[in-house]
């Protein structure tokens, strides 16, 4: 099974390297890429970052939503409405913590 941890390489996310270590050490492969590559790919699990995720890309994978933060301003309150409402929905969301 592999996973895919996607970013449009904007973000310092150390966190992948700990998911990989981690998720290799339990048999799985990981990959890292940006939103580009991943239908060429296909992994069973696509684990995004956001920013924006407007639409799957491979359909019946299992689709991860991991929010490290809170949009940045000028305009965060409507920015985060925006992706509420144009994101597709994911099969899990993770969040950084409680407030986010």
């Not at 150390?14 to 799985?28: H, K, M, T, V």
């Not at 019946?60 to 920015?79: R, T």
Request: net charge positive; aromatic share 12%; charged share 25%.
């Amino acid at each position: 099974m592999t996973i895919a941890f996607i970013h449009r390489g904007t973000a310092i996310l150390p966190e992948i390297s700990a998911y990989q270590n981690y998720f290799e050490g339990l048999g799985y492969r990981t990959i890292e890429c940006n939103p580009d590559e991943v239908k060429r790919l296909k992994p069973e699990i696509e684990w995004h970052f956001l920013g924006t995720h407007l639409k799957r890309q491979n359909p019946g994978v299992l689709v991860i939503h991991e929010y490290a933060s809170l949009s940045a301003a000028p305009f965060a309150g409507l920015k985060d409405s925006l992706k509420k409402i144009v994101n597709t929905k994911p099969d899990f969301r993770i969040f950084q913590n409680e407030y986010t």
